[in-house]
């Protein structure tokens, strides 16, 4: 395995901001900025009925991005960003009480049969490589990953503790998951030691619920030193311009819980974010930003508008925001709430929840019913977003309604076996009709009246 912290003048990096070696390789950002169009540009232009020249320009600007490693193949790259339809990503992956590579997988495809636009593999136990290889390999969605989930737990085994973690080993783990064609990475680069040593003086309720912006602050607070990723920013830069994989800037210090929500902690690492899009931005690289989070209805929209502003419009990519506390259970919908009020703020990517957040991790089902919750919230978003070009299905389904026709309403639905299986359940005695209203089925009361009078329906 190659050791990284030999190599930054080796290979001509210089670690300051504004003075980023540019690759030689190409990526989505760099042809964008040549005035060329790829044909992925072209790929996620027929799919968001938008003009290849606009896609182009929203990548070279940043505002938009493409997930698609360079060396994934047979994979169907995605757009994410200004004007286009608010994609949903569904997370998948092993634990320690619960280690099932099969499992995983299936919980993948269930995710991809049922329209998630995206999977995260976030194992933290078994064969990690194994769980992602097979993930890459067997759907064909982009796949995104948290690499320092893997840096840390393996330096647990190789070093006793998270906090015993190298250098090399982060950058290491992050370089193996580029290669196996991940196509888009979390990278908790804006938990700088400044915040950590503040939050170790000042806590918040529910300190850092982010994983990986845990395993950092404990590895900063013990070695006294600046997080890698963030130090080593522009050696991240060149590795993600080499594989053209996504930055996924990830919310280390978002809120865990409403009390702690828009606080100091959160807004202060977001700033740090908004410095490192432009950095990316320099670099050719693209980036997206993630958001919270738990945070009140009456915030998300302020959060939004905020990290666009910030970030110069970059993609935000949100959890929920879940808006209350006490649904353990029903947190899929609790994120769904949040997530149709971020979307229409300007939000372009949800990240699911399932019934199981907070509680354990999802099965099958659990993963089906988050992906389709969060899609509902996802499209309620681009009815107002998008106007007309996401209302198609609404509107068959809405004409299929008035004239009660029941296969084109199953064909339309967003979840057409649970709208058949309940539609069956008891069979209706008037005909047309469904077995909530039968024989005063207002719809064909009306059309039955209008009938007689020689009016038309």
């Not at 973690?165 to 979390?186: L, P, Q, S």
């Not at 969060?374 to 809405?398: C, F």
């Given at each position: 395995?190659?050791?990284?912290?030999?190599?930054?003048?080796?290979?001509?990096?210089?670690?300051?901001?504004?003075?980023?070696?540019?690759?030689?390789?190409?990526?989505?950002?760099?042809?964008?900025?040549?005035?060329?169009?790829?044909?992925?540009?072209?790929?996620?232009?027929?799919?968001?009925?938008?003009?290849?020249?606009?896609?182009?320009?929203?990548?070279?600007?940043?505002?938009?991005?493409?997930?698609?490693?360079?060396?994934?193949?047979?994979?169907?790259?995605?757009?994410?960003?200004?004007?286009?339809?608010?994609?949903?990503?569904?997370?998948?992956?092993?634990?320690?009480?619960?280690?099932?590579?099969?499992?995983?997988?299936?919980?993948?495809?269930?995710?991809?049969?049922?329209?998630?636009?995206?999977?995260?593999?976030?194992?933290?136990?078994?064969?990690?490589?194994?769980?992602?290889?097979?993930?890459?390999?067997?759907?064909?969605?982009?796949?995104?990953?948290?690499?320092?989930?893997?840096?840390?737990?393996?330096?647990?085994?190789?070093?006793?503790?998270?906090?015993?973690?190298?250098?090399?080993?982060?950058?290491?783990?992050?370089?193996?998951?580029?290669?196996?064609?991940?196509?888009?990475?979390?990278?908790?680069?804006?938990?700088?030691?400044?915040?950590?040593?503040?939050?170790?003086?000042?806590?918040?309720?529910?300190?850092?619920?982010?994983?990986?912006?845990?395993?950092?602050?404990?590895?900063?607070?013990?070695?006294?030193?600046?997080?890698?990723?963030?130090?080593?920013?522009?050696?991240l830069l060149e590795i993600a311009a080499e594989y053209d994989f996504v930055l996924s800037l990830g919310d280390g210090l978002r809120p865990g819980c409403i009390f702690d929500a828009s606080d100091w902690f959160q807004i202060r690492e977001l700033l740090t974010i908004g410095e490192l899009v432009e950095r990316a931005r320099v670099a050719g690289v693209q980036a997206m930003v993630e958001g919270p989070g738990h945070m009140p209805l009456d915030q998300i929209n302020a959060n939004v508008k905020l990290e666009k502003a910030v970030c110069k419009g970059a993609p935000f990519y949100v959890?929920?925001?879940?808006?209350?506390?006490?649904?353990?259970?029903?947190?899929?919908?609790?994120?769904?709430?949040?997530?149709?009020?971020?979307?229409?703020?300007?939000?372009?990517?949800?990240?699911?929840?399932?019934?199981?957040?907070?509680?354990?991790?999802?099965?099958?089902?659990?993963?089906?019913?988050?992906?389709?919750?969060?899609?509902?919230?996802?499209?309620?978003?681009?009815?107002?977003?998008?106007?007309?070009?996401?209302?198609?299905?609404?509107?068959?389904?809405?004409?299929?309604?008035?004239?009660?026709?029941?296969?084109?309403?199953?064909?339309?639905?967003?979840?057409?076996?649970?709208?058949?299986?309940?539609?069956?359940?008891?069979?209706?005695?008037?005909?047309?009709?469904?077995?909530?209203?039968?024989?005063?089925?207002?719809?064909?009361?009306?059309?039955?009246?209008?009938?007689?009078?020689?009016?038309?329906?």
């Open positions: 395995m190659q050791h990284y912290s030999r190599t930054f003048s080796e290979r001509g990096i210089v670690k300051s901001p504004g003075r980023i070696r540019s690759p030689p390789m190409t990526t989505q950002m760099r042809a964008a900025k040549e005035g060329r169009v790829t044909e992925e540009m072209r790929i996620v232009a027929v799919e968001e009925d938008e003009s290849p020249e606009k896609i182009r320009q929203r990548i070279a600007s940043g505002t938009v991005i493409i997930a698609r490693n360079n060396k994934r193949e047979n994979m169907h790259p995605i757009g994410i960003g200004e004007g286009l339809r608010t994609k949903v990503n569904a997370n998948v992956g092993t634990s320690m009480d619960l280690c099932d590579i099969n499992l995983e997988v299936e919980k993948a495809r269930v995710a991809v049969k049922y329209g998630t636009d995206t999977v995260m593999d976030l194992s933290t136990a078994g064969d990690i490589d194994a769980v992602r290889r097979r993930i890459l390999k067997e759907i064909n969605v982009p796949v995104g990953t948290v690499p320092i989930y893997q840096a840390a737990i393996e330096a647990v085994g190789k070093r006793g503790s998270i906090v015993n973690m190298t250098e090399d080993d982060i950058f290491n783990a992050i370089e193996k998951h580029a290669r196996d064609g991940v196509d888009f990475m979390t990278v908790h680069c804006g938990v700088t030691r400044e915040v950590v040593r503040k939050i170790s003086k000042h806590p918040r309720l529910m300190g850092i619920v982010s994983r990986g912006g845990t395993f950092l602050a404990a590895w900063i607070l013990h070695n006294d030193k600046e997080n890698p990723l963030y130090s080593n920013f522009d050696y959890l929920g925001p879940l808006v209350t506390e006490i649904a353990p259970g029903y947190d899929h919908v609790v994120g769904a709430i949040g997530g149709a009020l971020a979307g229409l703020a300007g939000a372009d990517f949800l990240c699911y929840l399932t019934p199981s957040e907070h509680l354990g991790l999802p099965s099958v089902e659990e993963v089906k019913e988050g992906v389709i919750v969060t899609r509902i919230a996802a499209h309620a978003a681009d009815i107002v977003k998008l106007g007309d070009k996401a209302r198609l299905k609404d509107l068959e389904m809405a004409k299929a309604r008035s004239q009660l026709d029941w296969g084109k309403q199953f064909k339309n639905a967003i979840d057409p076996e649970k709208a058949v299986a309940i539609y069956s359940r008891v069979k209706p005695k008037a005909s047309g009709a469904c077995s909530m209203c039968s024989d005063f089925c207002a719809i064909k009361i009306l059309r039955e009246a209008l009938k007689t009078s020689g009016e038309c329906f």
